[in-house]
């Protein structure tokens, strides 16, 4: 398994948007899932039945996010490594350093039950790195919990692959 965290691209000024699929869906390649990720930009209505209800934006906070529920900015290894920005690589698209990761049913299924044991209140108040952060992030970083909790769940549950593009500075 190729991770993000090996890439030296990875720096603050990305955003990190996620979408759970079907295997039909996916195998309509990259083309098809890069033209996916362009029409949700700058969508403002991505809740149930919208066209991008299978949608998740991590965005700008994907770093802090990373942190919180693994103690490291960008962790190599470990189920936690697989929820923001980890696994296979499929190419890259957009700019330089763009690119679209996937994770297969198997891990989608890991890192939802790895979500479900995690405890969102416990986590933010023991990260170091966000003791210092204003509460309105705070709680913004505890919103994208809640969401990637609930969106990994609704993955598992339905059996979908799961694709990641990550956009750059």
Request: hydrophobic share 40%.
């Amino acid at each position: 398994m190729v991770f993000l965290a090996e890439r030296e691209e990875v720096s603050m000024g990305m955003s990190v948007t996620k979408w759970r699929l079907t295997e039909d869906e996916f195998i309509r390649g990259i083309d098809f899932l890069e033209s996916r990720f362009e029409e949700a930009q700058g969508e403002e209505d991505w809740g149930e039945e919208t066209n991008f209800s299978n949608f998740c934006e991590i965005g700008e906070l994907w770093d802090l996010v990373n942190v919180a529920i693994s103690g490291v900015p960008i962790p190599a290894q470990g189920v936690g490594s697989l929820v923001v920005l980890g696994g296979d690589m499929l190419g890259e698209v957009g700019e330089p350093g763009e690119l679209i990761t996937v994770l297969t049913r198997q891990e989608v299924a890991e890192a939802a039950h790895f979500l479900r044991d995690l405890s969102i209140d416990s986590i933010v108040s023991t990260c170091e790195q966000l003791s210092t952060l204003p509460d309105f992030v705070i709680s913004e970083v505890r919103q994208k919990l809640e969401d990637l909790q609930y969106f990994y769940a609704l993955a598992a549950q339905e059996g979908h692959l799961m694709v990641t593009r990550v956009y750059g500075p």
